[in-house]
């Protein structure tokens, strides 16, 4: 990363959250390097960075990565990672410690090797690949209303769901990105596990949600109880 244009200090390393994308994918490439050999980090100097993990990299810093927070310009990211899950070959769920969650396209995010957000020498070539980065979020999932601790997509359909400290754990339909469960779990949550099974694998499923959420948003348990 480049040095603090103040203090000429290296900037020192805070990772908030880590995902390795996924060896599904093997075809597909982002900047020519095959989406098995990424590895997903989120800080909290809220940033995104993308690392190439092979061991011929020729280097060992991000390859590509959002641009750095500026209280005087627009961001990406408002606020610390805490969370992150790959939903396809191209994009990437980001859960934040305000409970947003940012869909990124990594094919959008500024490549490390080509531009230096803190020192670059053309400024409006900085405030391009900014512009550019912030273009890459796709879409927001609404929903969460504290810090998202961990999101999980589930094996065999277009399925995320997510936990935090609101207590509540919510799925969402990741085409559409539409809310299709609100379950409210009386703890502050920090990791879940879906089953191995085909209960969500079905179109009647999603579309009976669907239909149930028109008619209102239905929750187990109390959201005034306190913990046991």
Same mark, same amino acid.
């Given at each position: 990363?480049?040095?603090?244009?103040?203090?000429?200090?290296?900037? $020192? &390393?805070?990772?908030?959250?880590?995902? @390795?994308?996924?060896? *599904?994918?093997?075809?597909?490439?982002?900047? *020519?390097?095959?989406?098995?050999?990424?590895?997903?980090?989120?800080?909290? #100097?809220?940033?995104?960075?993308?690392?190439?993990?092979?061991?011929?990299?020729?280097?060992?810093?991000?390859?590509?990565?959002? $641009?750095?927070?500026?209280?005087?310009?627009?961001?990406?990211? +408002?606020?610390?990672?805490?969370?992150?899950?790959?939903?396809?070959? *191209?994009?990437?769920?980001v859960g934040?410690?305000?409970? @947003?969650?940012?869909?990124?396209?990594?094919?959008? =995010? =500024?490549?490390?090797?080509? *531009?230096?957000?803190?020192?670059?020498?053309?400024?409006?070539?900085?405030?391009?690949? %900014?512009? %550019?980065? &912030?273009?890459?979020? =796709?879409?927001?999932?609404?929903?969460?209303?504290?810090?998202?601790?961990?999101?999980?997509?589930?094996?065999?359909?277009? &399925?995320?769901?997510?936990?935090?400290?609101?207590?509540?754990?919510?799925?969402?339909?990741?085409r559409t990105?539409?809310?299709?469960?609100?379950? #409210?779990?009386?703890? %502050?949550?920090?990791?879940?596990?879906?089953?191995?099974?085909?209960?969500?694998?079905?179109?009647?499923?999603?579309?009976? =949600? +669907?239909?149930? @959420?028109? +008619?209102?948003?239905?929750?187990?348990?109390?959201?005034?109880?306190?913990?046991?």
């Amino acid at each position: 990363l480049p040095h603090n244009p103040q203090t000429l200090l290296q900037q $020192p &390393i805070w990772s908030t959250a880590i995902q @390795f994308l996924s060896p *599904n994918d093997t075809t597909t490439q982002i900047n *020519n390097i095959n989406t098995s050999d990424l590895l997903a980090v989120g800080t909290a #100097y809220k940033q995104l960075q993308i690392y190439d993990v092979r061991a011929d990299a020729i280097q060992r810093r991000p390859v590509l990565y959002t $641009p750095e927070w500026d209280s005087n310009k627009e961001n990406l990211f +408002e606020h610390r990672i805490t969370s992150l899950c790959q939903l396809d070959c *191209n994009t990437i769920a980001v859960g934040d410690s305000a409970g @947003f969650i940012h869909a990124i396209d990594l094919r959008k =995010v =500024v490549m490390g090797n080509n *531009n230096n957000i803190s020192s670059s020498s053309s400024s409006s070539s900085a405030s391009r690949n %900014r512009n %550019r980065s &912030i273009a890459a979020s =796709v879409g927001r999932f609404s929903g969460p209303a504290g810090s998202v601790r961990q999101i999980v997509k589930h094996e065999n359909s277009g &399925i995320i769901a997510c936990v935090g400290l609101d207590r509540m754990m919510r799925t969402y339909d990741i085409r559409t990105r539409k809310q299709l469960d609100c379950v #409210y779990l009386k703890q %502050r949550l920090n990791c879940m596990l879906f089953c191995g099974d085909d209960t969500w694998t079905s179109e009647e499923y999603i579309h009976g =949600v +669907e239909d149930s @959420f028109e +008619e209102g948003v239905t929750t187990e348990g109390d959201i005034n109880d306190e913990d046991e």
